[in-house]
């Protein structure tokens, strides 16, 4: 089973910097990694698929790179409703999805 | 519109069995799978298995094969999970997803909680 490793387990920035958050693979996936985004009370928001393809809708301050075992999400620049607690996902062997136990992304 | 809609929260015993429904619309039922994710308490994602409505086929989670069942019924396109023996630690929200291979999990179900307690 391939297990993805997230960190670090808690960012603590302001608004208006730069978040990076990492991903990695216990084995390599290729580029197929997703990361999803969780809001208190929400479901899982897709925010990125194929490890840099953003998805419908998603703004451009959200950036993925990576391939093989190391993925890296980016914002650019924080705004308030990105606070939240980010996951990744590997789809190499899909149907199966196994996610990594998150990131959460916190106001300092 | 574009949705996928649960069944509600439900409070079983513990060796008791639930079954949740993801009821979609505003797209073709069998053009996408459906998979299911559950989240305890506190807790991250955990993928539970798949289902694709157009043939059936089903992928689970190793470590619930025996206990869980998902299938459709694509004349009310609707999904279902069917859990068996629940224990306390499977007490957690149970969200249905819609799976497009290509671009992984971009529609949700707003998450039925499931309670497990005596």
């Known amino acids: 089973e391939i297990v993805l490793t997230q960190s670090p387990a808690t960012l603590s920035l302001s608004p208006g910097e730069r978040a990076t958050l990492s991903c990695r693979a216990s084995?390599?996936?290729?580029?197929?990694l997703a990361w999803y985004q969780q809001k208190p009370g929400q479901a899982p928001r897709l925010l990125i698929y194929?490890?840099?393809n953003r998805a419908t809708g998603i703004p451009a301050r959200f950036s993925g790179s990576g391939s093989g075992t190391d993925f890296t999400l980016t914002i650019s620049s924080l705004e308030p409703e990105d606070f939240a607690v980010y996951y990744c996902?590997?789809?190499?062997?899909?149907?199966?999805?196994?996610f990594g136990q998150g990131t959460k992304l916190e106001i300092k | 519109q574009v949705q996928l809609v649960q069944s509600g929260a439900e409070v079983k015993r513990p060796g008791a069995s639930v079954k949740v429904s993801c009821k979609a619309s505003?797209?073709?039922?069998?053009?996408?799978?459906i998979s299911w994710v559950r989240q305890a308490p506190g807790q991250g994602l955990e993928w539970m298995g798949w289902i694709n409505p157009y043939n059936g086929n089903t992928n689970y989670a190793q470590k619930l094969q025996g206990r869980v069942t998902m299938t459709t019924d694509t004349s009310t396109r609707t999904a279902y999970m069917e859990l068996r023996s629940l224990r306390s630690d499977d007490m957690a929200v149970y969200y249905c997803?819609?799976?497009?291979?290509?671009?992984?999990?971009?529609?949700w179900g707003q998450g039925t909680l499931v309670t497990v307690s005596s």
């Open positions: 997803a819609r799976d497009s291979a290509r671009d992984g999990y971009n529609l």
């Open positions: 505003g797209y073709t039922f069998t053009t996408y799978a």
């Open positions: 084995q390599s996936v290729s580029v197929y």
């Open positions: 996902q590997q789809r190499s062997n899909w149907p199966r999805g196994t």
């Open positions: 194929d490890a840099s």
